[in-house]
């Protein structure tokens, strides 16, 4: 994947001045098909859709959103590492790129062969929530309390092997402390049961906790962010709360095409991407959905797929983390 990135900068370099030729002529004239490794409606949907109205409008090229929703976005992933007519690329985020292969014994791809980064779009950051009564007020009680009580202080996450589950696994071994995990079916059923009292605390997206901090119900105690996030109660982050390094979980969303499309049409698309996640409107739409634009060509994301595969492979190692 090193010497693909590699190509693929001095490819960029090569035809900065080419960046306004519609993708379509590197393309075949085909509609660009974005798979969506999501069910409609969710936030990287939305981004999706934002992403292809974009390029439409500023290459002339059609886009088509294809929603290919199971096993935590394998079923997308394998989809596009097998595509063959160039025009067809993921909406890529951690779970089957970065996490998958080190929970599956066996993947029907290989992240760092068949699919190569071609840009960095935006990040959709993680917190450390608990509902508003709860009597832990900073990241500190929690770790305080998990440490006099070992398994008994619970975090909620979205399922076994998702990137909440990991995140918290990651927590708890930054802090030196044994937190209960409670797996549940998406972040809906969690945060209904984090407000009944069920669960202590839960580690989920601040597009998820935004809501339920807007109406009073719940309080973020800390983001896996580099910098403070608004509009979730001024919450410090994680590393701040807590004095704890590398604490920073970008929760990144890319896209990333099959290795078998030709090097120009990769080109052709990153830097239109690029120039569209760059929009003054862009990032206040994705503001909306709790995610933050963080634009970059091909080189930008594979550093951060590398960087993240790393560290989720010393997480599942170190917690010897297993999925059913």
Not at 249 to 264: F, L
């Amino acid at each position: 994947m090193t010497l693909r990135l590699k190509h693929l900068a001095l490819a960029f370099a090569a035809a900065a001045g080419l960046a306004a030729t519609p993708l379509q002529a590197q393309q075949n004239d085909k509609p660009l098909r974005i798979v969506v490794p999501f069910a409609t409606g969710g936030a990287q949907d939305v981004i999706a859709r934002y992403l292809g109205a974009k390029l439409t409008e500023r290459t002339g090229q059609p886009v088509v959103i294809d929603n290919r929703a199971g096993a935590g976005g394998i079923v997308a992933a394998d989809a596009v590492a097998k595509a063959s007519d160039g025009a067809t690329v993921l909406l890529a985020t951690g779970g089957a790129v970065t996490i998958a292969p080190h929970l599956q014994a066996r993947l029907p791809y290989d992240p760092a062969h068949d699919l190569v980064p071609v840009a960095l779009v935006a990040d959709t950051p993680m917190t450390l929530s608990v509902r508003a009564e709860s009597p832990y007020k900073t990241v500190a009680d929690v770790l305080r309390d998990a440490k006099a009580r070992p398994g008994q202080v619970s975090y909620a996450s979205t399922g076994n092997g998702t990137v909440s589950h990991l995140t918290g696994a990651l927590l708890a071994q930054a802090g030196g402390v044994d937190l209960l995990h409670v797996p549940y079916r998406g972040a809906a059923p969690a945060l209904t049961d984090l407000l009944g009292g069920q669960v202590a605390t839960i580690v989920t997206s601040a597009a998820s906790i935004e809501p339920m901090v807007a109406s009073g119900k719940a309080r973020v105690l800390g983001t896996f962010s580099r910098t403070a996030l608004p509009g979730i109660g001024a919450a410090p982050t994680i590393g701040e709360a807590a004095g704890l390094p590398a604490m920073e979980v970008p929760v990144w969303v890319g896209v990333m095409a099959p290795a078998r499309m030709p090097a120009a049409g990769i080109e052709k698309l990153s830097a239109a991407l690029v120039e569209v996640c760059k929009l003054p409107e862009t990032k206040q739409r994705f503001a909306q959905l709790g995610a933050v634009n963080t634009c970059g060509g091909a080189a930008a994301l594979g550093k951060v797929v590398a960087e993240d595969s790393q560290r989720w492979a010393r997480v599942i190692k170190q917690g010897g983390i297993k999925v059913e």
